[in-house]
């Protein structure tokens, strides 16, 4: 879901996951300083999440 300049393609990311464009910036750049809990929506907004389990 990059943008080919980077960043993401969706504009409804940052409402959807309740959090910022930075953030989801962070995100995107692997930043491990983000809690877990938007890196657990990131992946349950692409239908990724089960795959953890």
Known sequence: MRA?????????????LSTSRSTLQRV??????????????ALQALGLLDGLG
Do not use: K, L
């Open 28 to 41: 995107e750049g692997g930043d491990t300083n983000v809690s877990i809990g938007i890196y657990a929506g």
């Open 4 to 16: 080919s300049g980077g960043g993401f393609q969706c504009q409804w990311w940052p409402s959807a």
